[in-house]
């Protein structure tokens, strides 16, 4: 069972209970969906700018057997649906490709951009 983490923006946090990303996990679609078999939540923890805290947190995650390190939808929507209404109240990462690849380089995690909500046309990305 694959032990995965997820990330969430704190721009987001008020916005989202992480839901969706958690009932995308129990069903493997939208991110999870190339998953094999069910996946074991290990951890969920919120990034605060200018993400610096991402590294460590993942670090910590890494020791805790955290495989896979998902980054929500919220932290990348506005780069897939710039007319979304969250991002119009300043929600979203303006950083999140540099964090997810400090995060992969510094850590070696598995990462995925994206949870849940994913627009037909997302070619979900992975790091590892």
Known sequence: MPKVAIIRCEKNQDECPLTAGFAALKS????????????????VFTCHCPGDSAIDLASILKNKGVEVLHFSTCLLLHLLLPTCQLH????????????????????????????AHLPKEYALQKWG
């Open 28 to 43: 493997r679609t939208a991110a999870f969906k190339g998953y094999d078999e069910d996946c074991d939540l290990v951890g």
């Open 88 to 115: 119009k109240r300043g929600g979203f990462c303006e950083s999140i490709d540099g964090i997810i690849e400090r995060v992969h380089s510094e850590t070696g995690l598995a990462c995925v951009k994206g949870t």
